[in-house]
């Protein structure tokens, strides 16, 4: 693991911030049950795509604070594994690993998955509180 100084946790969030606002309207989180290759196209669809807020949040220096997310219907039934988070004109940002809130992934959904990890299901809904990328 990284450890960043302050000053410079704040200017990766704040690029961040930038890149998902680029495109003057609000960004999205894809949820996918799928390996991502970096700016490869998925091999499956996203289980889930929920709209981030524009502008998308605020930076501290703890990263960058994304409010709650809308409620959003998941489409397909799956495992969430990666995510891709893009900017409004749908191009991406950034892909991280997705996991419970016992694991080490970059975005942890608070839940217990138990053994098998977490399931969305489709027709489901899904709300996130909000999320924080360090």
């Not at 949040?57 to 604070?65: E, K, N, S």
């Not at 694991?103 to 399931?119: H, I």
């Amino acid at each position: 693991m990284i450890e960043y100084v302050p000053a410079l946790r704040i200017a990766r969030a704040m690029a961040i911030r930038a890149a998902l606002d680029a495109a003057g309207s609000a960004g999205a989180l894809a949820l996918y049950a799928v390996d991502l290759d970096e700016g490869e196209a998925p091999a499956e669809p996203a289980l889930i795509t929920l709209p981030l807020p524009y502008p998308c949040g605020t930076v501290d220096a703890d990263g960058l604070h994304i409010a709650a997310l809308t409620e959003t219907a998941v489409a397909h039934t799956g495992q969430p594994i990666t995510g891709r988070l893009f900017d409004g004109a749908g191009n991406p940002v950034a892909d991280l690993d997705v996991g419970d809130q016992s694991s080490d992934a970059s975005l942890r959904l608070l839940v217990d998955g138990g053994p098998d990890g977490v399931t969305l299901y489709a027709g489901g809904l899904l709300a996130l509180d909000g999320m924080r990328l360090a």
